[in-house]
Structure formats: C-alpha cells, structure tokens
C-alpha cells in the first residue's frame, strides 16, 4: 500500500509539474502575442497619424489632381519635406516588419498577418505616389536634384517582401506597379489629365 501511495503521488507530481508547464507556455505564448500586436500597432498608428495626414494630403493632392509643383515660393519645399517624410515613415515599417519577421522565423502570424492587410492599401498607393512626386519635384527644378535612393530601395523591397506574402494576384500586381516598368499601373491618376501649378506662396516671414 506505502509503494502504491509512492507511486501515486510521483505521478500526481508528474501531472502537476506537466500541468504548470503548460500554463506557462501558454502565458508566455500570449504575453509573446499581446507584445507583437502592439508593435502592429504602433507599426500602423504612424502612417495614419496626424502628421502623416498632413503629408499624405500634400502628395495626395499632387498626385491625384496630376498639378505642376509651382517651383516659386513654399510650395517647393513643402512638397520635398512631406515626400521624404512618408518614405521615412514606410522605412521604419520595413524595419519593424522585418524585425517580427525574423522573430518568428519567417512565418507570417497572427500579427503579421494583420499588419499586412492593415498596410496593404498604404504601401500599394505609394507604389505610383512616390514615383510621380518625384518626377514633378524633378520637373519643377532640374539643378535640385531628390537623392533618395536608398529610401526609395527600401520602398521596394517592403513592396517586395508584401507581395511576396500575399496569394492574391491582383495585390500582387499592385504592389509590383512601376516595377523596372514592366508592370501596369492601374492608379486613376494616369488618366487624368494634367493641370497647371498653383499660384506662387510666399514663405511666411518674407518679404514682399
């Protein structure tokens, strides 16, 4: 009877140890979760921040109205502040990005999952955005020279590493526009048609 109780109670301890080992990697496995979905977070939160909405409407309104930078005035430089800006800003998501990647050894999660789909949209718009601003910042004024040549590989390989992850062809496609020029861009903003700069803004604080 004393070796049977033995027994019981070194596999009752077994069990018990067993037991706290699986709450504990469930725990772990959850904080690790909760920890990554807040890099998402934060990952998202800067390209819809209010910063970044002020920038987005200075590109967007560019882009999408196909209007001239006025090369006179504040325009100008407005314009070349907002463009590296937002490259900045898909530059830390590609870090950050990269960063979950490795950390679950290339396999897409639950977070990276949902930080794809929450970016798609952003990154694929960009895809034409950056490369039409920077032929009217270029146009604008030839002898100023836009040097964003490493911000802009990073660019594409953010969009490389997206498409990469997604099965849909369409996105596929979207986010491989522009592309060494083979690929379709299908942006609306090709087709309309292209309009005057605005009138020159002076720089506040300068003289007339």
Request: glycine share 6%; hydrophobic share 40%.
């Amino acid at each position: 009877m004393g070796d049977l109780l033995r027994v019981m109670a070194a596999v009752g301890s077994c069990i018990a140890a067993f037991a706290a080992l699986v709450v504990t990697i469930r725990v772990w496995r959850t904080s690790r979760l909760t920890a990554r979905l807040e890099v998402v977070r934060g990952l998202h939160a800067e390209l819809v921040s209010d910063s970044a909405a002020q920038d987005r409407h200075t590109l967007g309104s560019l882009h999408w109205q196909n209007r001239e930078i006025n090369p006179d005035g504040a325009e100008r430089g407005e314009v070349m502040c907002a463009y590296f800006a937002m490259l900045w800003r898909f530059e830390r998501l590609h870090a950050g990005r990269k960063v979950l990647l490795e950390e679950a050894n290339g396999r897409r999660d639950v977070a990276l999952k949902m930080l794809d789909e929450q970016v798609y949209t952003h990154v694929a718009e960009y895809v034409c955005t950056f490369r039409v601003i920077k032929e009217k910042l270029t146009e604008s004024n030839r002898d100023d020279t836009v040097f964003d040549g490493a911000y802009v590989k990073t660019f594409e390989q953010l969009c490389i590493s997206l498409a990469y992850n997604f099965d849909d062809p369409e996105k596929k496609a979207r986010l491989g526009a522009h592309a060494n020029n083979t690929e379709k861009c299908n942006c609306t903003c090709h087709e309309v048609a292209a309009k005057p700069p605005l009138p020159a803004q002076r720089p506040i604080g300068a003289s007339a």
